[in-house]
């Protein structure tokens, strides 16, 4: 069984950054694991912001983050990042990291494992 744990979200304004990290419990092979972010907004559904694959060679974007965040992995310290720039109010959100064995996905459903979410507030 993989653990998640993520960390780094809070309030800030538009414009700003800020860096999110998910860290997978100790004796994860992480290697094996394509990561993910996904994010839900308040009354909205859950959706993908960001994959990177297992030898960080592939990653994938949601539309309207392209340019703005940055998906990374560093597999000896069994953490996955997403740093967030010029963040925008409607990158509001409890952001959640996932984790799959198999290829890279963009479908929440393919995700086998799931951290329990860090909340992104950005105000105007």
């Known amino acids: 069984q993989v653990q998640l744990v993520e960390s780094g979200g809070g309030l800030v304004q538009a414009g700003d950054s800020l860096r999110l990290s998910c860290v997978a419990s100790?004796?994860?092979?992480?290697?094996?694991?394509?990561m993910a972010w996904f994010r839900q907004a308040p009354g909205k559904e859950q959706e993908f912001v960001a994959a990177?694959?297992?030898?960080?060679?592939?990653?994938r974007y949601t539309d309207s983050v392209k340019g703005r965040f940055t998906v990374s992995r560093d597999n000896a310290e069994r953490t996955v990042y997403l740093q967030a720039n010029s963040v925008k109010p409607e990158d509001t959100g409890i952001y959640y990291c996932?984790?799959?064995?198999?290829?890279?996905?963009?479908?929440?459903?393919?995700?086998?494992?799931w951290g329990q979410g860090t909340q992104v507030t950005v105000s105007s």
């Open positions: 100790e004796g994860t092979i992480f290697t094996v694991y394509y």
């Open positions: 996932a984790a799959r064995l198999g290829d890279i996905s963009t479908k929440a459903i393919d995700y086998q494992y």
């Open positions: 990177i694959s297992r030898s960080r060679g592939i990653t």
